[in-house]
């Protein structure tokens, strides 16, 4: 910027000086992001939990209950659901401890069939086995000290972050048309219309991905659980909705949850065949809610492109762990709805958005014949219309 007549006026600035400060910015929030992701991870839960009970509060609002007490109550609700949730899960849980013991006595006898096979066909003697076995256990042990200390850390971290969640929660639905406000002032020089218009998409966006991704998690657990009563495999249901709750880690979610449930089969079962039908069970399903149940049903609303689905995955779970793994997407749209709003950005936005098909498109061969010389007229037969591809 330089002085001249009394006035400010605008220097042409370098194109390497604009790229370097936008890399810095950009820099500057990641390294935001990952120092400060005990604060802002719960936060941004906080925010979307909050939107998913908004209509609920709005509604209880609306019969005359105040915002406190609607809101309270909101909560109260979302805690007895999970509680009840929990409580399922846990009676499931239980109900593998009576089966230890037959697990414990059928991995021992896998163990020592491997045992029999690497003798025989390795060369391994036993004792050699169980002295390599003893080796690299203790090695285990060693660390396992520090794991378990480490674990309970984290854990106590993450209780202890989960317990403000529904205090955010409050505050952010009692304190809604304040941070509204807040946002008018903010983008003063940005139409109310427009600001409205780019928070009912981020609300829509929200709000339909949330809905829909709950619906597909219940017809996944449904399809998995009908395969494997078919396969007979125990604890079906909870194999089943284990599974789908892992459609939470978009792509590869499913392939974890089938981690469980094929050991387990493997461990219970004489024949391998069953196990290598319960992975095909959930591989087969993963299909079906990759290419047919989520399309269907979530829609369009996230409208991100595969590949840069797949990048943004990669970039927010090196960023914040299974949390940024299960944000990703929500929060990929939601950037994508601001760049689209904003002029600047839309072309990034275009970059996130699916690609466009190539639309058929109809022209009429009279309109064509009047643009030519006329000499060329002549040899064009007469036509209503034909089919061009743009």
């Not at 089969?265 to 095909?280: E, Q, S």
């Not at 047919?292 to 689905?309: D, E, H, Q, R, W």
């Not at 779970?317 to 944000?327: D, F, T, V």
């Amino acid at each position: 910027m330089r002085l001249t007549d009394n006035k400010l006026t605008e220097l042409s600035v370098p194109f390497s000086i604009r790229l370097a400060c936008i890399l810095f910015a950009i820099g500057l929030i990641i390294t935001g992001l990952y120092v400060l992701q005990d604060v802002i991870v719960p936060v941004v839960f906080s925010i979307i939990i909050a939107i998913l009970l908004y209509p609920v509060n709005r509604r209880l609002e609306r019969w005359g209950v105040s915002r406190v007490v609607s809101i309270v109550l909101c909560i109260i609700l979302l805690i007895g659901v999970l509680i009840l949730l929990f409580y399922l899960v846990s009676l499931q849980i239980a109900a593998f401890t009576d089966e230890a013991p037959r697990l414990i006595e059928r991995g021992n006898q896998i163990l020592d069939k491997l045992r029999d096979f690497a003798e025989r066909t390795l060369n391994i003697n036993k004792s050699r086995q169980v002295t390599e076995a003893r080796k690299y256990m203790g090695q285990v042990l060693q660390s396992g000290g520090v794991i378990l200390t480490t674990t309970l850390l984290a854990t106590t971290n993450t209780l202890s972050t989960i317990s403000l969640v529904p205090l955010y929660v409050f505050f952010l639905l009692l304190y809604r048309d304040f941070f509204r406000a807040f946002l008018y002032k903010l983008f003063a020089s940005t139409k109310k219309a427009k600001l409205n218009i780019v928070f009912f998409r981020i609300y829509d966006i929200v709000r339909d991905y949330m809905i829909g991704l709950v619906s597909v998690i219940f017809i996944v657990g449904v399809l998995n659980t009908v395969g494997l009563i078919i396969l007979k495999v125990e604890y079906a249901v909870f194999f089943g909705f284990f599974g789908a709750v892992m459609i939470l880690i978009p792509y590869i979610g499913i392939l974890i949850g089938s981690v469980l449930p094929t050991l387990y089969t493997l461990m219970t079962h004489d024949n391998p065949l069953v196990a290598l039908g319960v992975l095909g069970v959930f591989l087969f399903v993963q299909v079906l809610e990759g290419n047919f149940i989520t399309p269907y049903i979530v829609g369009s609303k996230v409208s991100v492109n595969p590949l840069a689905a797949i990048i943004v995955l990669l970039l927010w779970g090196q960023l914040w762990g299974i949390s940024g793994l299960i944000l990703a997407l929500p929060l990929t749209a939601i950037i994508k709805v601001i760049f689209d709003a904003v002029e600047p950005l839309r072309p990034f936005g275009f970059l996130l958005g699916e690609a466009e098909r190539p639309r058929t498109v109809t022209v009429s061969v009279d309109e064509i014949k009047r643009k030519l010389p006329q000499q060329v007229k002549k040899f064009i037969p007469e036509r209503k219309s034909e089919r061009v591809k743009e």
